[in-house]
């Protein structure tokens, strides 16, 4: 009988659209967390940027063949941070001017390959800034079924990654194969744009991947402790963000973007501040 | 050039010359153009590089950084920074260390893993003279203890650490090698560095028979020229050549 209602509930919880939302956003929260602290002490925040605004043409070429949306996303995030890696080898430009350069001309792609198919119509601001609130129980378990994948391996390669993200010489002098986790870790990136692709739209994932781990840079002295605060700050302002754009009737992605934001700027405010305002 | 356990190997050379990238062969870390490099499989190696930047967005104590690549006990972790008398560091941030404090603690985490390889690329570089001669006599101790074999790079092109076995001379290539003179016991020595720092530091002598001349190419010098200016002059007073070495590094 308890069980009974128990499962009434949650499937009741599961109906409403708004709860589905704060659970999807949880959910990347959770996996943009840690994710973002590598971003951040790898300096891949262009990287980033350049990666999210590939996922566009992922989308018009899912609907160009028909496919899945989220895996078409993710193969061409993952092509995407190939050629990358390949371009920085060899290339004569700097990283930031290739990626400066990729970032928006892949994103322009997308928008006049989309342009071009006349025959669908896309709902562009929805993939741009996100469309939280038309999540899927469906998109639920990709977002905690990929979710899951994605944590147990970077929790498998976490410490080689750090010790990688350190000191790239050092690690590959001592034995660790750097070429493999920084190739798991790229796609770990592909996957993570994929399913926040849905939260926040294209222009908006990094935010989500760097705001919370660098307002929890503030409250933590060991990368592990950072990551988790990392997950805790993005979980908490996918809740504030989704509650005050009920309340004030603003677009959902941007405002918990802005919820974010907000959680860095009180993060900046001196401890010894804090204390003397209590 | 070969490095077997329980050696201590010195190179030096003018800046450019190729030490540090001869350090990153040993390693693995780059690969040769030309020559072979070969090392015993599973070599367990340890590594303290010329530069590292941490950037302060890396939260990073000196504990966790002690145990980035390899894992340890909390007393080893203890021994190994007691070793350079860091101990009292070992909860405070990479980010907050003074460049002598650092490089201390590179060597603390060399040694946490009992390499059998040990590569020091400039290890004394940031530490005052006494500190100097107390990683020295450190250096000595640890390939005593574990047996390792050791390159160490200097920046000093005539005063080496006396522990050496032999010194190498790069240059683009190996310009001579050799033994450091034992003139430890000498009096003129310890009237310039004192008595403690006679007993770690030695003196080495270049004997090249060759010069490089300033575009790059080599000339033979002769001997009895040699015999004279290997004594005074500079043997380094003109630039790099672009030779990359072919020769063939074993790492034993």
Known sequence: MGMMV??????????????RAIIGGIGVAMVAGPLGCFVIWRRLAYFGDTLSHSALLGVALALLFEMNITISVFAVSVAVSLMLLSLQKKAMLSSDALLGLLAHSVLAVGLVVLAFMTWVRVDLMGFL???????????????????AVVVALLIKIWRP?????????LAMAEGIKTDVVNLIFLVLMAGV???????????????????????????????????????????????????????????????????????FVISLIPISMRH??? | MVIERGEIVTLIGPNGSGK???????????????????????????????????????????????????????????DALRATQTEHLADVQMSNLSGGEFQRVLLSRAILSSPEFLVLDEPVQGVDFNGELALYKLIEDIRNRLDCGILLISHD???????????????????????????????????????????????????????????????????????????????????????SGGSDVDFR
């Open chain 1, 276 to 278: 003397r305002k209590q």
């Open chain 1, 129 to 147: 800034f996100g469309d939280i609130l038309s999540i899927t129980i469906f998109d639920l378990a990709l977002i905690y079924g990929g979710g």
């Open chain 2, 20 to 78: 540090s990238t001869t350090a990153k062969l040993a390693l693995g870390v780059l690969d040769a153009d030309e020559g072979a490099v070969s090392r015993k499989l599973q070599l367990n190696a340890s590594y303290v590089p010329q530069k590292l930047k941490l950037h302060r967005n890396l939260p990073l104590s000196v504990t966790r950084f002690l145990l980035l690549t390899k894992r340890a006990e909390k007393r080893q972790v203890a």
């Open chain 2, 157 to 243: 092109l005539h005063v080496v650490m006396s522990a050496t076995d032999r010194v190498i001379c790069l240059n683009g290539h190996v310009c001579c090698s050799g033994t450091p003179d034992a003139v430890a016991s000498s009096d003129e020595f310890k009237s310039l560095f004192g008595e403690r720092a006679a007993s770690s530091l030695a003196l080495y002598k270049h004997r090249h028979d060759h010069e490089h001349l300033p575009d790059g190419s080599i000339r033979a010098r002769d001997e009895d020229l040699a015999a004279v200016s290997s004594n005074s002059v500079d043997p380094f007073a003109n630039g790099n050549d672009g030779d």
């Open chain 1, 193 to 263: 744009i994929a399913v926040a692709m849905k939260i926040v739209g294209v222009l908006l994932i990094t935010a989500l991947l760097i705001i919370p781990a660098a307002t929890a840079r503030r409250f933590s002295n060991c990368p592990e402790h950072m990551a988790i605060m990392a997950v805790a700050v993005g979980a908490a302002s996918v809740w504030l963000g989704l509650r005050g754009s009920l309340e004030f009737d603003t677009p959902a992605g941007p405002s918990i973007v802005v919820a974010a934001l907000l959680c």
């Open chain 1, 161 to 169: 990654l750090f010790a990688a993200t350190v000191s790239h010489e």
């Open chain 1, 6 to 19: 128990t499962v009434v509930v949650l499937m009741s919880i599961f109906d409403d659209f708004f709860s």
